[in-house]
């Protein structure tokens, strides 16, 4: 466990929060190295059966520090934007290693990736297929690609990250996919690898991940009788995480339930989890600030606003808090945790029961995932800090933003 109570005192390895909060400030994120490297390997052990590739999803945590620590691990890494893929670069990683994800890739993006020689690009239209072949074919390259399917299966999550439904706005419709790997097939600048599904995120068990691999399989074995087939399958990411009383399958239990299936068909298969790997990896510190009983609600001023972690404002995200330190007294009360930007939905938990004093210490847990990556300067507040721990060290990985930069790219009309 890299997160860990050692006399009343929260650590992050071998290191207290407490302390990790008095010398950088809060707000603060602060990420293990140890879980990352335990949540990676989870993975990646758990598909030794089959020749594989994890691709972490960058969009759950971008921090170069972050990415650098796991390509040294051998990771690959599941990207959406040239942005994702410059910080990929910058950590280090492979290009032969990643897949390019997402609904929007523009032309000098495919351009960029396909010069580098990506593994993959996951296609989410016939549109985007006519755009890639057009680059391929100007640069007198071939692309590789899989078409991102949308298999119509219920992930059965919150509905703001569902994605493999046939209203959603990801992936081929299953009606079209023979028709657009067939032309996918005729194009000069296309080589059809592969075949890709992420049906969403926060999954708690297996059998919407199989639904999907079903309905997968279903189409490999349509298109080999079309004459198409494919060296790899991806399965996407998904993998849902402890938050609150969530029961998720592991990285091996899930393995474990794809197994045969995936042992049968024999295609390599790529993988593409975020928030199973980063999640539980990292933590939010905040400080309260100050507290506001009144006769309705007991507010708990604390310095991390929705800006810093949108995710319980967003979705309603239930996120664990737990105070780095014992308390200093046991006069228990029912708080609601409230940031100081100007939204009534601005808190990061609701009625939690703690013993509160100003200055007190707080983490957030579980904020590893789709915490700082989805930050924000509302209200011109400075993004925090961002500290990584390995064992007995802290390192920096991302400074407090300074104020003052907010608007350096600002000016005023003359
Ligand atoms: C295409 C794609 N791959 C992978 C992921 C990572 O998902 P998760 O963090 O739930 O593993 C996402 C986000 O849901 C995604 O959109
Ligand atoms: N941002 C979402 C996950 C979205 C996944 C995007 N593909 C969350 O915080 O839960």
């Known amino acids: 466990m890299s997160f860990s109570r050692v006399d009343g005192a929260l650590c992050v390895e071998q290191l207290s929060l407490g302390a990790l909060a008095a010398q950088y400030a809060t707000p603060l994120y602060v990420y293990s190295r140890a879980a990352l490297t335990a949540n990676y390997l989870a993975f990646d052990q758990a598909f030794s059966f089959i020749d594989h590739q994890v691709c972490f999803a960058v969009k759950s945590n971008s921090n170069i520090g972050v990415l650098g620590v796991l390509a040294r691990l051998g990771a690959g890494f599941d990207i959406v934007s040239g942005g994702e893929l410059e910080r990929v670069l910058a950590a280090g990683g492979e290009p032969a290693k990643i897949v390019f994800s997402g609904l929007g890739k523009t032309e000098q993006e495919i351009e960029r990736a396909l010069k580098l020689g990506i593994a993959c690009f996951n296609v989410e239209s016939a549109a985007e297929l006519v755009r ?12 590789p690609v899989s078409l991102r399917v949308n298999p119509d299966v219920d992930a059965q999550t919150h509905p703001y990250i569902s994605t493999g439904l046939k209203e959603n706005k990801f992936g081929i419709p299953n009606d079209t996919v023979y028709e657009i790997y067939a032309t996918a097939a005729s194009l000069k600048g296309i080589e059809v690898v592969g075949i ?3 049906i969403g995120s926060q999954l708690t068990t297996t059998t919407p991940f199989h639904d999907a691999l079903d309905k997968i399989i279903e189409m490999i074995n349509t298109l080999k009788t079309q004459g198409i087939t494919l060296k790899h399958i991806d399965i996407g990411g ?8 969530e029961t998720p399958p592991t990285p091996a239990e899930y393995a474990a339930a794809l197994r045969p299936a995936l042992q049968a068909l024999g295609l390599k298969v790529y993988m593409e989890p975020g928030r199973a790997i980063s999640a539980n990896a990292g ?26 972690l949108i995710r319980p404002s967003l979705y309603s995200a ?11 007294h046991d006069d228990v009360k029912v708080w609601d945790l409230v940031g100081p930007v100007c939204e009534s939905t601005d808190f990061i938990g609701k009625e939690r029961e703690l013993a509160l004093e100003a200055g007190d210490v707080l983490a957030v847990m579980g904020a590893g995932a789709y915490g700082f990556v989805m930050a924000s300067n509302y209200n011109t507040r400075a993004r925090a800090a ?9 390192y920096v990985v991302r400074q407090r933003e300074i104020v003052n930069e907010l608007w350096a790219l600002e000016s005023l009309v003359p």
């Not at 933590?283 to 810093?308: E, I």
């Not at 996120?319 to 200093?328: C, F, G, L, T």
């Not at 961002?386 to 802290?394: L, P, R, S, Y």
């Open 132 to 143: 890639i072949d057009q680059v391929a074919q100007r640069l007198g390259l071939r692309a």
């Open 196 to 198: 890709d599904c992420h």
């Open 238 to 245: 998904g993998l849902g995480v402890t938050y609150r009383d």
């Open 283 to 308: 933590v939010l510190l905040t400080t309260v600030d100050m507290l506001k009983p009144t006769t309705y609600r007991n507010f708990a001023l604390v310095d991390a606003a929705m800006n810093d």
């Open 318 to 328: 239930w996120m664990d808090i737990q105070p780095v330190a014992k308390p200093r």
């Open 386 to 394: 961002e500290v990584m721990v390995d064992g007995d060290q802290a």
